[in-house]
T-cell receptor
Framework: DTEVTQTPKHLVMGMTNKKSLKCEQHMGHRAMYWYKQKAKKPPELMFVYSYEKLSINESVPSRFSPECPNSSLLNLHLHALQPEDSALYLC????????????FGEGSRLTVL | GENVEQHPSTLSVQEGDSAVIKCTYSDSASNYFPWYKQELGKGPQLIIDIRSNVGEKKDQRIAVTLNKTAKHFSLHITETQPEDSAVYFCAATLYSSASKIIFGSGTRLSIRP
């Protein structure tokens, strides 16, 4: 199984809502990532978890809150988002956070009204 | 920090012809260079990568070349097929901190029948 599964595929939320994006992998990977991708742009790194500990936070606003409950799961909690946060949110995993292939999910497309 | 420039932003080639995408990087310490393909509605997928101790790598119709002195690397696709149509991202990173992959701006490749 070389799949990273993200749910939901689409999410529409108001600026006062609280929602969560979920990501799951069963490849035994120990590093998991959140990326944000705007239309016609490359993915931008938001967070990296390595061995279930947050190792990189790319100065992401606190309205985005990551959580790694275990080595297979990664969540992104969303609260008080702005319309400019509308984007495709991609989850990825890699074997151990070192050099090598990133396995991406298909993404969750978020629209903030 | 690392900066990766990618050209061209769009590329249209006749089916069966070759396509070349070029990237330059700024940090001479970067030593791992992956290429990702992103099809519509999907997450990026690694198609080939190269490390700085190698000048060229080939996998069937895809090849990547690296010129460390000039800080250039290129993707070559031969005998292009309709399924090659996608957005391609080059990237660069330090081998020791591959968590922070820096992506180029992307090339939208279209294959004309």
């Amino acid at each position: 199984d070389t799949e990273v599964t993200q749910t939901p595929k689409h999410l529409v939320m108001g600026m006062t809502n609280k929602k969560s994006l979920k990501c799951e992998q069963h490849m035994g990977h120990r590093a998991m990532y959140w990326y944000k991708q705007k239309a016609k742009k490359p993915p931008e790194l938001m967070f990296v978890y390595s061995y279930e500990k947050l190792s990189i936070n790319e100065s992401v606003p606190s309205r985005f809150s990551p959580e790694c409950p275990n080595s297979s799961l990664l969540n992104l909690h969303l609260h008080a988002l702005q319309p400019e946060d509308s984007a495709l949110y991609l989850c990825a995993s890699s074997q151990d956070g070192g050099p090598g292939e990133l396995f991406f999910g298909e993404g969750s497309r978020l629209t903030v009204l | 920090g690392e900066n990766v420039e990618q050209h061209p932003s769009t590329l249209s080639v006749q089916e069966g012809d070759s396509a070349v995408i070029k990237c330059t990087y700024s940090d001479s310490a970067s030593n791992y260079f992956p290429w990702y393909k992103q099809e519509l509605g999907k997450g990026p997928q690694l198609i080939i990568d190269i490390r700085s101790n190698v000048g060229e790598k080939k996998d069937q119709r895809i090849a990547v070349t690296l010129n460390k002195t000039a800080k250039h690397f290129s993707l070559h696709i031969t005998e292009t097929q309709p399924e090659d149509s996608a957005v391609y991202f080059c990237a660069a990173t330090l081998y020791s901190s591959a968590s922070k992959i820096i992506f180029g701006s992307g090339t939208r490749l279209s294959i004309r029948p």
